[in-house]
């Protein structure tokens, strides 16, 4: 292994080189982030110093709420807290680094929420705002996630629960007016798809700056909205598993009866099987045939099965007609006549945007796809490697920086694909994945890190990880422990034990696995993971690869 960038890592203060506290809060914030124990080094000094600018500019992100606890802004041209992005799936990732914050933005939607069981759509410093829903990644899962990974407060659980639950049966009320048993989308901004063709001859916000309103002299609202309906598929899964914690059994058994039901009204009404994709339907019946992000958001709320989700990357999410560009993924199908690349401007008319990317893990892991995931990873690493604002939008065509900087969501999509691709990722099933890869150079042959060390600090004990193409180590308290191919993703439980290894790369994985000096054969294929079982290693699945497409 290479010593020379351990030996660095350790000597390196996180803290200090993120940079000093710009708000009194952020003493704080910089404090927790050090407890955390994350640390990062590379072969590579720009990619380094992307690494730190984004960790110091997510300070900028991280504001004194009115109650004077910091939360996170979205950041960029969006002052605030958005339900949409902010409150969920940034809070998520935030999570992992500063607990604290993710879960006082978390609460700022159950704080604010109506008497009528509403929740604001974002939160500024001019207080709550709630002429539409704007939902996409589902509230419930990022909650139950943060609780399970960060302690299990259960009176946070149970406070957040009810707020959802009260939110729930206000979308029954107001959302469901067809009686489709799908929720509805009044107005473009219900989704956050500002400028897609999804939405032309769509008023942006809802009639009247009322949520409960759509235009009636619209010809074609109300929208049956699959992304709308399959988050609340997914919020019900999840506050199902919320009420059994405290042994609710009946509650939870109502709950997984209600998220059926929103799945069997999604594929009803939602989904062609010809095109095997979900549109909207209008009020007249009729699917509007534009082949989105609605996709992806879809899948990511876990809806279908693993057959479904392999069948749509081979037919889309791989497809480099429809969504795999040279920096993926597109908000617009590509081969559409409507696509529009710009990342000029606040679009999903075409662009890769940073929310989509935040939000596609979840999809492609749900499904243990993770050699899939790797391909749209590492060209948007390259991208990073040479970015300086932090902005919402890349060019699908250039990877070159696009609208607004200082973007929340871009900068947590540099630190979790960082860990994710190279670092120490605690999940919230209880696991560590210390993933054997580094950042390929994608562009012009131009390095973004051919070696790379990282540092997390789990319950007390201190893991490091030096990754280089002849292959990584894992140090448990300074000592190494387990040594293993590049290529590979080993997990282990949070202490470090080893429970099984999963292959990572297209190409088969042959070599040892070294744990505490001894050696143990293996040859592994991508996708497939096998479970250490004391004296080796044993197959326990082997999905194979869903290989791109280009028509």
């Known amino acids: 292994m290479n010593e020379s960038l351990l030996t660095r890592l350790r000597g390196m203060d996180a803290v200090t080189r993120i940079g000093e506290a710009k708000q009194g809060t952020h003493g704080a914030v910089l404090t927790e982030w050090q407890r955390s124990g994350v640390k990062f080094v590379s072969s590579s000094e720009r990619f380094d110093d992307v690494y730190y600018s984004a960790a110091r500019k997510l300070l900028d992100c991280i504001v004194a709420a009115r109650g004077g606890a910091p939360v996170l802004h979205e950041g960029g041209a969006y002052p605030g807290s958005w339900l949409e992005s902010t409150g969920t799936i940034n809070a998520e990732l935030l999570s992992r680094f500063v607990p604290s914050v993710a879960e006082a933005t978390f609460r700022l939607f159950a704080d604010y929420q109506r008497e009528d069981g509403q929740m604001p759509y974002k939160i500024t410093g001019q207080g709550p705002a709630y002429r539409q829903i704007q939902m996409v990644t589902p509230l419930a899962r990022s909650v139950w996630n943060h609780y399970m990974l960060n302690g299990q407060n259960e009176a946070f659980l149970r406070t957040m629960y009810t707020a959802m639950a009260r939110f729930d049966d206000w979308l029954a009320r107001y959302r ?40 009636p002299d619209s010809p074609i609202l109300p929208f049956l909205a699959p992304d709308l309906t399959a988050n609340v598929y997914c919020q019900r899964k999840y506050l199902a598993r919320m009420a059994q914690q405290w042994g609710a059994e009946a509650e939870s058994s109502e709950w997984i009866a209600k998220a059926e039901l929103s799945e069997q009204s999604l594929f009803r009404h939602c989904f062609d099987e010809s095109d095997e994709f979900f549109y909207d339907v209008d009020r007249s019946g009729e699917f509007v045939r534009v082949q989105s992000d609605v996709l992806l958001r879809v899948l990511a709320c876990e809806a279908g099965d693993r057959a479904l989700f392999d069948r749509a990357l081979r037919r889309y999410l791989l497809n480099s007609s429809k969504f795999f560009a040279k920096y993926p993924l597109t908000s617009i199908a590509m081969d559409d006549p409507r696509f529009d690349p710009s990342s000029a401007y606040n679009s999903w008319a075409g662009t890769t945007n940073f929310l989509t990317l935040i939000r596609t893990p979840h999809a492609f892991e749900h499904h243990e796809r993770y050699v899939e995931l790797t391909w749209l990873m590492q060209p948007i690493m390259s991208a990073m490697a040479r970015m300086t604002r932090f902005p919402q939008t890349l060019s699908p065509w250039t990877g070159a920086e696009g609208y607004t900087d200082t973007y929340s969501p871009s900068i947590l999509c540099m630190l979790d694909f960082v860990e994710r691709m190279c670092g120490i990722l605690p999940t919230p099933d209880g696991e560590l994945w210390f993933t054997g890869l ?46 293993f191919p590049h290529g590979m993703r080993v997990v282990t439980d949070r202490q470090g034990e080893l429970k099984k290894i999963i292959g990572m790369s297209v190409s088969p994985v042959e070599g040892s696995v070294q744990i505490e000096g001894r050696a143990y054969p293996i040859s592994v294929r991508g996708n497939e993971q096998q479970a250490f079982m004391g004296s080796g290693f044993e197959t326990i699945s082997d999905i194979g690869i869903v290989m791109p497409a280009y028509r």
Do not use: K
Request: hydrophobic share 30%.
């Open 176 to 215: 469901n007016t067809r009686g489709s048993g799908c929720v509805e989308a009044f107005c473009t901004f219900d989704t956050g798809h500002d400028l897609s063709p999804r939405f032309w001859h769509v008023p942006d916000s809802a009639h009247l700056d009322d949520a409960r309103l759509y235009n």
């Open 438 to 483: 580094v950042p390929y150079p994608m562009d012009h042959g131009e390095e973004v890190s051919n070696e790379t060390a990282y540092a997390r600090s789990i319950d007390g004990t201190r893991f490091e990880l030096v990754n280089t193409r002849q292959g990584s180590a894992i140090y448990r308290d300074g000592e190494v422990y387990i040594q």
